[in-house]
């Protein structure tokens, strides 16, 4: 994969990336809430040898102070230091609370030292790092004390005293923020992509057409610009293929697409011929219901027997279609649908209209395009692109079988917010 593949994917599925990073800074704002706030009071020292007056002996003397320090920082985190700094200053806590406050260091080739302490008091902060300053200065001078009453061998002067923090030192709001930033971005880049890799459903109209055993002959865009054109080049290739006076459209989807049956009927109404719309689709009832008269009995009622074709026809006046709706269904409508009836029914819309353009149920939802599919000089299939699956296609045309089959409508709608949330094209 290239960079411009990644580009691709981040784009498709920026709102999952967005939604894990917010996640993560979330995370990172509501862990930084919960840790205390803390201060830091520090302390420099100085440490020098009891050596000569020549220049020789200092320099032998910074030599072995720089040595010094090196166990004196090991000194100032004991138990020892700890034990006689909680006994002076009256501290309730215990010598690994205090050990885990105190920080010692000494910068390189140096005989520097620093003390630092941590709590949740600047005062206390202040007064803890002192004593123990002041414990260990006592402590060096007894171990570096050869013999009683002499000098001792090694001398700690503080340099600076603690002095009251000015301010908190923690938590690190804005380094745990930046923390969460950078792992919402590698983590959601990551989900994103998996998500993607994971994702079987066909985007685009080469996906779809690797998957097919009949030609593509439409690629409609519900709402964008150009949607009408492919609409017209769809009915261009239809009448070239042969008679196009009967026309169903099925779905290879769980649900009807519409919308491009009545597109369809539309474009050939544009170009004066006299067009019928019939709804005959049983698993959505109803769904062309609104474009007709509520006063026409219904597709389903004509060949229940109680009403005839010519009474049930209406009149949608604002594309210039007539419309058969399906009407009230019952158990048998879908039965009625595979017998005489139904065929009579075509025969006299043929007769009375120059095209006929039927919907009926998807293709896994119900039998009847299977069985109709015979009546029609063509046949549709239409499939959503980015919410069909390569299984649900490939099910679907297996499902169909020998039945003729005549080509594909790629059929894309533009995604909610709820399907854009969750990664969908």
Known sequence: MGLI?????????????ASVLLLCVLAAVGYAQSLPTTYVASSSMYVTMATGTSVNDSYQGGLAAQQRVRSYVDLANSATLAKRTIDDLGLKMSIDDLQGKITATSPPATTMINIAVTDSTPTRARDIANGVVAQFRRLIGELETIEVGAA??????????????????????????????????????????????????????????????????GILDAGRPGAEDETRRLRTRLLRNGDAAAIMLTSLTTTSESDVTMALAKSFADTGRHVVLVDADTSNAGRLQPYASDQSPGLARVLRGSAQVPESVTWWQQTGVSVLPLGDTD????????????????????????????????????????????????????????????????????????????????????????QRLMGRP
Do not use: M
């Open 331 to 418: 158990p048998q409508t879908s039965d009625l649908l595979a017998s005489d009836r139904f065929s009579a029914v075509i025969a006299k819309l043929r007769t009375d209209f120059d095209h006929v353009i039927v919907q009926v149920a998807p293709i896994t939802g119900a039998a009847d395009a299977i069985a109709l599919a015979g009546l029609f000089d063509q046949t549709l299939a239409v499939v959503q692109l980015g919410g069909t699956s390569t299984a649900q296609v490939r099910g679907a045309l297996a499902t169909f079988g020998d039945a003729t089959l005549t080509g594909v409508v790629a059929h894309s709608v533009p995604s909610s917010r709820l």
């Open 5 to 17: 593949d990644y580009w691709h994917i981040a784009r498709r599925r920026w709102l999952i990336i």
């Open 152 to 217: 001792p061998a090694a001398r700690v002067e503080v340099i600076d005293r603690a002095e009251l923090p000015t301010g908190p030192t923690g938590p690190q709001t804005t380094r745990l923020l930046a923390l969460g930033v950078l792992a919402g971005l590698g983590l959601g880049c990551l989900v994103a992509f998996v998500r993607d890799r994971t994702d079987r459903r066909l985007r685009t109209s080469n996906e779809l057409e690797a998957v097919l055993t009949v030609p593509i002959l």
